[in-house]
Each structure stands twice: as structure tokens, then as C-alpha cells.
């Protein structure tokens, strides 16, 4: 109920974030963090993880109290009834791109290609968006 705000509680000692130098969702959540004027507040908190699933252990083994990770993470079915989280507004951050290629030395060229055109299906966009993905495609 009270948003990034409770970031600032005495009891929150760190803070669980990707490295901003190494991964983007880290680099997202420092937008975050100052589009909220709370960066400078908690900036001694923060613990760093090379990657969001570095970021996830941390939280799950509770060596940080609070962390930021994938939408896409706190959505799967594994961790329905574990925790709380809250969306942080997405005005305060750029969104993370994602994207696909299929390599020209591909083994089976064919089911690539398919894999690929799946990706950009109203079947896959519905179970993109079930997972806390944004559908940004034009």
C-alpha cells in the first residue's frame, strides 16, 4: 500500500537489484528509483546481483528484505502465494525491449522459422501478456 515508499523503512536493510553496469533491468530500476526521488535515500541499501535470477535468489533466501525483478517472475504459477509485489508504475522507467532473430546456420531451418512466426501469434501474444508482458509491437 504505500509503493516504493516502503523502501524507505528503517527495517528494509537491503534492497535487491540487478547491476545496473550488467543488466538492463537493473539499470531500469536506478530510472525507477530517481523518477520516484528515492534513489539518493536508499542508494546505501542496495545489493547487486549480475542478473535478475541472481536478484531472485537473493529475495527467495531472504538475504535481502525487498528486490526487483521481471513482472514475468512474480506472475509464474511457482510463485503464486509467495510474497507480495507491486507493479511499479511504468512511466518511471524505459521498457526493456525484447527481441528474436533466426541464425542463418539454424540446424532445422524450417521449424525456426515456424518457432519464430509462433512468437508473433495472437496465441503467443495472449501468453505474453498472461506472463506480465507488454505488448509493444507495432
Known sequence: SKGLAV????????????SPKAAPYGRQVVNALKSAHLYS???????????????????MTRAADIGFTAKSVVMAANMQGKGRWIQVDPQAYTPIAQGVVILKHAGDSISARKFYD???SSQARA???????VDAAP
Open 127 to 133: 501468453i505474453f501478456q498472461k506472463n506480465g508482458y
Open 7 to 18: 523502501l524507505t523503512d528503517t527495517r528494509i536493510k537491503k534492497i535487491a537489484i540487478a
Open 118 to 120: 509462433f512468437l508473433f
Open 41 to 59: 535515500a536508499v542508494q546505501e541499501k542496495l545489493v547487486y546481483g549480475e542478473s535478475i535470477a541472481q536478484v531472485n535468489q537473493f529475495v
